[in-house]
């Protein structure tokens, strides 16, 4: 029989249909690379059969040795690899989109062995891990836990923080142990995507080890505020807290509660959403409390968050206090207002509403405009489209000339959206209109699409 490296094209599929590993690890060594991969495909379904039944040690070692001589075909691995997220500058031929595909799905159905091969060459620590490489391990799923877990595992080693995150979407409960030890982690980053992990994988065991870390943190972050140690705008530890506190909520354990609700005082807005957003996860009666207290935080993002929580655990705000926040002199207070307004709909809401759409305050302006429209959309055009022609509306939003003064973000017209407010034309022009109600000259521009006036001062 003349050698394999040759001329001689063995049928792979009979030898699969046969059982012949040994003939398939033969065909690895062939000078056809298409043949190689039929035998690397083949020999990966010959022991997923083995390992479905493991009834005696013939699968056991059936097993090893299939994978033995995948490990030892690293040179294909290696090519697999460059077809699906190799560096193509310097190739003469570069690989389509069928062989990437297929090159994918051998590297998947490879396991353990392509997995192994994966980390030890692209979590070297020199570059960011490629997005392809990452959703190859988390398709591979259980095969890729042991290489994951050694790599994150190894502290002289690089790349744990990505072995986290695949672990975490992967959702083995074997990373649990080894993910708890990295959460006394050096790294910040690796801190993070542990706790994150162990969030996603929502295993009881973590629940300690998080409230700790999340205690830890946040202590230190509030010395460190009180000595001055850092600038206030400095934190590398924020996405340690913000993790945390999100993997605790998703856990869903009643332990965590009053943690939760001392972390709501953290200085990071971001920290605070998440804490508030697993608050209302948890359901928990002690927090709606604090939660109510958390509508009126400085950050749009927090306020919001603290309406879901409240609304997912069946609580709804009075009106009364909220439209008397709307007359407060402080913006913010009266934005939040205007938020948690839109956010319940209630039709009474409309008229204290509208009140506002004159505020001073070009931020909270806005926010009422998108909120009348939320509750009565036609309602809301007719009462903005009277005050911005009688000069009611936005006379406090632009002072000066409009064309140097306005940010882009304020020309768009409010009646019907278009972006650019006027033509060309006009803004080498002043545009006058005397009011007799205001007794004064209006300074306007005029909405080439609609004729809206938007008056600058």
């Not at 142990?177 to 801190?191: D, H, N, R, Y």
């Not at 882009?408 to 007799?436: A, K, L």
Request: charged share 30%; net charge negative; aromatic share 6%.
């Amino acid at each position: 029989m003349p050698d394999l490296k040759g001329f001689f094209k063995p049928n792979v599929l009979r030898l699969e249909q046969k059982g012949d590993i040994s003939g398939l690890i033969k065909a690895l060594a062939h000078s056809d690379e298409n043949i190689r991969y039929e035998a690397i495909g083949a020999l990966c379904r010959l022991r997923d059969a083995h390992s479905s039944t493991l009834k005696s040690n013939e699968d056991d070692n059936a097993k090893k040795i299939i994978n033995e001589a995948l490990v030892s075909d690293i040179q294909d691995i290696e090519h697999l690899m460059w077809l699906v997220g190799g560096d193509y500058t310097y190739s003469k031929t570069k690989p389509d989109e069928n062989e990437k595909n297929k090159a994918f799905a051998l590297l998947v159905m490879i396991g353990t062995p392509a997995a192994t091969t994966i980390i030890g060459k692209k979590f070297d620590g020199k570059k960011p891990v490629d997005y392809i490489f990452k959703q190859i391990l988390k398709k591979m799923g259980s095969s890729a836990v042991e290489p994951l877990i050694a790599r994150l595992s190894d502290e002289k080693a690089h790349g744990q923080s990505y072995c986290a995150e695949i672990l975490g979407d992967i959702g083995d409960v074997r990373a649990v142990e080894p993910l708890i030890k990295t959460l006394k982690g050096w790294s910040s980053s690796e801190v993070a995507e542990a706790a994150k992990a162990l969030g996603k994988i929502k295993d009881a065991r973590a629940v300690e080890p998080l409230l700790e870390e999340l205690d830890s943190a946040y202590n230190n972050r509030v010395r460190e505020i009180a000595e001055k140690k850092y600038p206030s705008s400095y934190d590398q530890y924020s996405n340690c807290r913000e993790n945390a506190a999100e993997a605790l909520g998703q856990i869903n354990d009643a332990r965590a509660v009053e943690l939760l609700i001392k972390v709501l005082g953290d200085d990071i807005a971001q920290v605070r959403q998440k804490t508030v957003q697993a608050l209302g996860k948890l359901k928990d009666a002690r927090a709606l409390a604090p939660l109510e207290k958390m509508r009126n935080d400085k950050d749009s993002s927090v306020r919001a968050a603290a309406d879901e929580a409240l609304n997912s655990m069946g609580y709804k705000p009075a009106l009364e206090p909220l439209i008397r926040d709307l007359s407060s002199g402080d913006w913010n207070v009266r934005l939040a207002a205007v938020e948690a307004l839109e956010r319940t709909q209630e039709a009474s809401a409309f008229e204290p509403l509208a009140r506002l759409l004159a505020d001073n305050d070009i931020q909270v302006c806005k926010a009422v405009v998108k909120a009348v429209k939320t509750i009565n959309k036609e309602k809301a055009e007719e009462v903005i489209d009277n005050l911005c022609r009688t000069g009611h509306i936005f006379g406090t939003w632009i002072h000066g000339d409009y064309r140097e003064m306005a940010p882009p973000s304020h020309r768009e017209c409010v009646r019907c959206g278009y972006q650019e407010i006027c033509s060309d034309h006009r803004w080498g022009s002043e545009v006058r209109d005397y009011n007799e109600e205001t007794d004064r000259t209006l300074f306007f521009n005029e909405c080439v699409i609609c004729g809206a006036r938007i008056y600058t001062h």
